[in-house]
């Protein structure tokens, strides 16, 4: 993992005896809420390792150590962030709110028992997805339901406490949720806070630093011999590396692992992005990918990159794909960030359109480079929930052969011209797109 051990989220205690082997929500009704967070990083701490077949550290946090840690986060960033615990337990959803400074929170929520909650994320999932309904809004039904089961029996508090970024640490079923279209009945939940997922706490660095200088190495295939084609990637790769950022763009034959690894440990970059396919398959690791030019690299040989020694801060995945429903897939994808070794990754829980992820990519990385209100350089979450926000709200659109936003027009290729929608507001083409790891 990325930063130096000072970074972590560590402490050296003790695990508390009431780590035993009762199922989580039976943990919950017999120890303190402030036990119980340490129960629950350790639980799922071993279902990533052992997913991964890796050893990520033997490390122990308190309740009270990460409410210090989102205490000093929110001065030095100017976003207070709070950490949400989900678990869809058979007979009701658990959650446990962690605050800046403060005592954990936990609630029940009775009438969301676990068929109830999963049966909901499936639906949002195929009502975003559907295309035959990119002009309907027949997600809303079950993205209203998610947003009143997960957030709004917390919202008092996150209210009372400015909160506007979220870390949600969640169990299996919701690992891949779509929680930027979570909606209040008003509002997407991203028109409300940043987020981001994370596999545990512990895990997460929390060192905060400016990327704005920061140099990206940008890298992609658009042709491929058994995959379809992406005819957006050259114009991707140029609007990023080119004109947005400084860096370096390699494509297609020079878009090899050798490369990539060279390039990793022989330049100072602190921001890696990938356009190309992304798969999360059930079963092993070693099932799910990234395309190269000319060989696949697994999941399980992410390290072979050598992120972590890199202290990378950033990896990209523009092009994902994660198959639904699947406990392995879930892991693989959430945990993605720290089996790469870096601080954060962003990736799509389904491929998008080519100019779909073309707006989305091109505002991100624009917002990454400007600062907040009180002169403080953007952190990851909220630049892509300005993305999405400028997406949700028409400020990027296709017009003619061209993507307009909120900089300079992209002229797009000609194989997108004919097929590029004109609105993007539908949560299609942006709440795929979700941070992993430390939003800062």
């Not at 605050?99 to 028992?113: F, N, Q, T, V, Y």
């Amino acid at each position: 993992m990325s930063g130096s051990l000072e970074g972590r989220a560590i402490a050296q205690t003790q695990s508390p005896p009431a780590q035993t082997q009762l199922a989580l929500p039976e943990l919950l009704d017999r120890v303190s809420t402030s036990e119980a967070v340490a129960a629950i990083e350790t639980r799922w701490e071993n279902a990533y390792e052992s997913y991964f077949g890796t050893n990520f550290g033997d490390l122990e946090i308190d309740a009270a150590q990460i409410a210090e840690i989102l205490d000093r986060l929110g001065r030095q960033t100017g976003k207070r962030s709070a950490l949400i615990y989900a678990i869809a337990a058979p007979k009701q959803l658990e959650l446990v709110l962690l605050l800046p400074g403060r005592d954990p929170i936990r609630k029940s929520i009775p009438e969301a028992d676990r068929e109830t909650v999963l049966d909901a994320v499936l639906q949002l999932r195929q009502e975003i997805t559907n295309p035959r309904k990119r002009n309907r809004e027949s997600y809303l039904e079950p993205a209203r339901s998610l947003y009143d089961w997960i957030v709004r029996p917390l919202k008092a508090e996150l209210e009372a406490n400015e909160i506007s970024t979220l870390l949600f640490c969640v169990g299996n079923g919701l690992r891949t949720l779509p929680f930027a279209a979570l909606h209040d009945g008003e509002r997407f939940l991203i028109e409300e806070y940043g987020f981001t997922r994370i596999p545990a706490f512990k895990w997460t660095d929390t060192l905060y630093g400016d990327l704005r200088e920061s140099k990206v190495l940008a890298m992609g295939a658009s042709q491929f011999e058994e995959l379809s084609p992406l005819p957006a990637v050259p114009v991707e790769l140029a609007a990023i590396a080119g004109d947005l950022w400084s860096g370096q763009v390699f494509l297609n034959n020079r878009f090899t692992l050798k490369n990539l690894r060279s390039q990793v440990q022989e330049n100072d970059y602190r921001i890696v992005h990938l356009a190309t396919h992304a798969e999360f398959k059930p079963g092993d690791p070693s099932n799910s990918f990234i395309q190269l030019w000319n060989e696949k690299l697994t999941l399980d040989r992410m390290r072979e990159l050598g992120f972590d020694t890199a202290n990378m801060s950033l990896l990209v995945l523009s092009a994902c794909k994660t198959a639904f429903g699947d406990e392995d897939v879930e892991l693989g994808f959430a945990g993605l960030a720290v089996q790469s070794g870096v601080k954060t990754a962003l990736a799509s829980l389904w491929y998008v359109s080519d100019s779909g992820t073309l707006a989305l990519m091109s505002e991100f990385y624009r917002a990454l480079r400007t600062t907040d209100a009180n002169g403080q350089p953007k952190i990851k979450a909220e630049a892509l929930r300005e993305a999405q926000i400028a997406m949700i709200r028409g400020r990027v659109r296709v017009e003619g052969s061209q993507l307009r936003g909120s900089g300079e027009e992209v002229d797009l290729p000609p194989a997108l011209q004919t097929f590029a929608p004109d609105n993007l507001s539908h949560p299609y083409y942006w709440a795929a797109f979700t941070a992993i790891g430390s939003p800062w």
